[in-house]
C-alpha cells in the first residue's frame, strides 16, 4: 500500500524521489493511511489499537471512560466525556459504564481523536476485620497492577471495612458491581473514607468516577472474599463379612457410600475397614490405576486429587489380606 502511494504521488504530483523514511513521514502520505481510522491517544497502562470507527484490544476485565477530542486534540466545550458499555458503545450516562467483554470499542467517528482512560487503584490498603466502623485496628492489604486485592482475602470474622486512598475526591460517584457469586448490575453507594465490604464468598468491582477531575477521572479496585467452609470431619466405618468355604465373596457393609463436594472440599471423607482375622497394615487402596494409601484408613480428600470432585461414582479397589490369603475388592463412592 506504501509503494502504492508512493507511485501515485510521484506520477501525479511530479514530486522529487524521497527516500522511504521521508516518504512515510510526508504530511499528505499520513493523512492518506490514517483516513481509515480514528485517532487514539492518552491510553496507559494497556494496549489498544486504533481502527476504522473503532478502537480494540480492551482488558474484558476493566472500565474505561473516553474522552472526544476534535481533529486537532483539542477538548470539546462543553468536554465530552463518555463511558464503555458492556457491548463496546459510548454512554453519557457513568451508571451504563460496564467491562467490555469483546474488548471493542464500537461505532466511533474517524474524523475525531478519542483518549480512553482506565487506572486500577493499586498500592497499599488499610483492612479492618470488626463488628463496625472504624476506628481500629487495621492490616495493609495490597492491590495489585490490575486493581485486584490478592491474594483472595479470607472470610471475615466480623465485617471487613476498607479505607480508601486520599487520592479518591470526596466528590466520587462510586458503583458497586457485583462479580461473584452472581454477576449484576451496579448499586450507586454514597461515597465515604472507609467503605463496608460485602461478605463472605463475594467478589466485587468498586469504580469510582470524579467528574471534576480530569488527570485521574476513573479508577476502579476488585475486592475477592472466600467463603468460609467449616471444617467437616466425617468418618465411615466399614466392615466385611467372608461367605464360602474359601473365601470367594466379600461383602462391604454398606456396600456403597455418598459424599458430597463441600465434605470433600473441607475434612474430606474418613473410611476405617473393619474385619474378622484382619490385618489392618496389609490393606493396600488404588485409584484409576494407581496405589494411593496403605493401612486400614483412608481420607478422600477434594485437594488430593480434582478426579475425586468429579459428580458420580467413584471405585476404590482395597487389597488386603485375612487369615494369610490375599482378596481383592471394589469399594464404589458416589460423589454428589
Not at 516518504?23 to 497502562?45: A, C, H, M, P, S
Amino acid at each position: 500500500m506504501v509503494l502504492g502511494i508512493a507511485a501515485a504521488l510521484f506520477i501525479s504530483a511530479c514530486v522529487e524521489p524521497l527516500n522511504i523514511e521521508e516518504f512515510i513521514n510526508n504530511e499528505k502520505v499520513q493523512n492518506i493511511i490514517n483516513k481509515e481510522r480514528v485517532g487514539l491517544k492518552n491510553y496507559t497502562g494497556h494496549t489498544l489499537t486504533a481502527g476504522n470507527e473503532r478502537i480494540t484490544g480492551l482488558n474484558p476485565e476493566r472500565y474505561y471512560m473516553v474522552e472526544i477530542l476534535d481533529e486537532n486534540g483539542d477538548q470539546f466545550i462543553p468536554q465530552e466525556i463518555w463511558f464503555v458499555d458492556g457491548s463496546g458503545y459510548l454512554a453519557l450516562d457513568f451508571e451504563d459504564i460496564r467491562r467490555v467483554s469483546g474488548g471493542i470499542i464500537r461505532n466511533l467517528d474517524n474524523d475525531l481523536i478519542y483518549a480512553v482512560y482506565s487506572a486500577p487503584i493499586t498500592g497499599n490498603l488499610t483492612l479492618y476485620d470488626q463488628v463496625s466502623l472504624p476506628p481500629g485496628t487495621g492490616v495493609t492489604v495490597a492491590a495489585n497492577a490490575n486493581g485486584i486485592i490478592s491474594p483472595v482475602l479470607q472470610a471475615p470474622k466480623n465485617n471487613y471495612y476498607l479505607e480508601l486512598p486520599s487520592s479518591i475526591d470526596l466528590s466520587c460517584n462510586i458503583l458497586m458491581f457485583p462479580v461473584v457469586p452472581i454477576p449484576g448490575d451496579p448499586d450507586a453507594i454514597s461515597f465515604e473514607p472507609i467503605i463496608e465490604l460485602e461478605g463472605e464468598g463475594t467478589t466485587t468491582d468498586y469504580v469510582f468516577y470524579d467528574s471534576t477531575s480530569h488527570n485521574e477521572p476513573l479508577r476502579f479496585l476488585r475486592v475477592a472474599i472466600a467463603a468460609e467452609i467449616p471444617p467437616v470431619d466425617i468418618i465411615i466405618n466399614i466392615t466385611f463379612g467372608v461367605t464360602g468355604d474359601l473365601g470367594e465373596s466379600l461383602i462391604f457393609s454398606p456396600p456403597i457410600l455418598t459424599v458430597s463436594q463441600d465434605t470433600l472440599l473441607a475434612g474430606g471423607l474418613q473410611i476405617t475397614i473393619n474385619g474378622s482375622n484382619f490385618v489392618p497394615g496389609n490393606v493396600e487402596w488404588w485409584f484409576d490405576g494407581v496405589s494411593i494409601q496403605t493401612g486400614a484408613s483412608f481420607t478422600m480428600l477434594g485437594s488430593d486429587n480434582i478426579e475425586y470432585l468429579v459428580l458420580g461414582s467413584k471405585e476404590f479397589t482395597l487389597e488386603f489380606e485375612i487369615d494369610s490369603v490375599r482378596y481383592s475388592k471394589i469399594l464404589r463412592i458416589v460423589v454428589e
